[in-house]
T-cell receptor
């Protein structure tokens, strides 16, 4: 089976750093994606990891450890507009659909 | 550049009525196409995906069906809607797999009353 776990909700303060964890157990591994989804909108692509290590893109970074089946998304200098759901998704094999976690709802407070 | 169009944005339909949601992609050829549903406060549930014209894989056997009459057109249908069909329907495309991931359409909010 395919299983992706991430916390349901998190709250963080504006200007702070927050780390959203994701663990996965899938039948194969061809990459891990993070998406951001604001309420009532479609998900938008944030990052992609296929090799172990950290990928940095502005205020957002994503880390992958394939041996541990673990990833995290790091958001720095939080802004109110970062309040959204963050979806972790794994590609088990090429040309097969992504498996999505249920998402982590992040609330950024002043 | 590639764009994906999905319509309508919102829909209110009575129980037992038919459904047709359409999705089209521009600026690419032979995309992989997907239909997802997201119930309120829930994760994304894969309904159908297609890797080519006339090739449809169903993940959830229910009263929904999908068709791909043209390379860049993907249609989600139902003959008779149920209350449980309410949700946020998302179409997405990808250029195979790899670092491209998915690009989602803007979604259709369906309420069955």
């Amino acid at each position: 089976g395919q299983n992706i776990d991430q916390p349901t909700e998190m709250t963080a303060t504006e200007g702070a750093i927050v780390q959203i964890n994701c663990t996965y157990q899938t039948s194969g591994f061809n990459g891990l994606f993070w998406y951001q989804q604001h309420a009532g909108e479609a998900p938008t692509f944030l990052s992609y990891n296929v090799l172990d290590g950290l990928e940095e893109k502005g205020r957002f970074s994503s880390f992958l450890s394939r041996s541990k089946g673990y990833s995290y998304l790091l958001l720095k200098e939080l802004q109110m507009k970062d309040s959204a759901s963050y979806l972790c998704a794994v590609s088990p094999r090429r040309n097969t659909p992504l498996v999505f976690g249920k998402g982590t709802r992040l609330s950024v407070i002043a | 550049s590639q764009t994906i169009h999905q319509w309508p944005a919102t829909l209110v339909q009575p129980v037992g009525s038919p459904l047709s949601l359409e999705c089209t992609v521009e600026g690419t050829s032979n995309p992989n196409l997907y239909w997802y549903r997201q119930a309120a406060g829930r994760g994304l549930q894969l309904l159908f995906y297609s890797v080519g014209i006339g090739q449809i894989s169903s993940e959830v056997p229910q009263n929904l069906s999908a068709s791909r009459p043209q390379d860049r057109q993907f249609i989600l249908s139902s003959k008779k809607l149920l209350l449980s069909d309410s949700g946020f329907y998302l179409c997405a495309w990808s250029a195979g797999q790899g670092s491209y991931g998915y690009t989602f359409g803007s979604g259709t909010r369906l309420t069955v009353v």
